[in-house]
């Protein structure tokens, strides 16, 4: 799996902005050419990995490609107290968080053949 870096939305003093304004659709991975087994496989066992090894408690992983949301689970716990777990639905603070978010909004996953 090759992993290219390509920004996709504009910052400015407002805030993030989409350059098109379309809606992403849930799709499978091989919709877009990319295999359901090495996705879940890969992101389970690096989301598993992290937590195990106590670099956060929890997180949430979306992957999208081509405007198709491929892939969206939660792991873990809202804390290291292991009180609330993550949802798919939970909401972050977008200001909180934004130095780790950057990385991987603009990270598209291309998959050879």
Known sequence: MQILGQFWVQINSFGIQLEKQER?????????NLSSKIIDTEIDSIANFAIAQ???PGCQVLV?????IIFHRAYGY???DKKQK???TDVYDL??????????ISWTINQES
């Open 86 to 88: 993550v949802q798919t």
């Open 95 to 104: 200001a909180s968080v934004t130095k780790i978010e950057v990385a991987p």
């Open 24 to 32: 992403f659709s849930y799709a499978i991975p091989e919709a877009v």
């Open 54 to 56: 106590g670099a956060f």
């Open 78 to 80: 809202h804390t290291f």
């Open 64 to 68: 999208a490609k081509d405007m198709n």
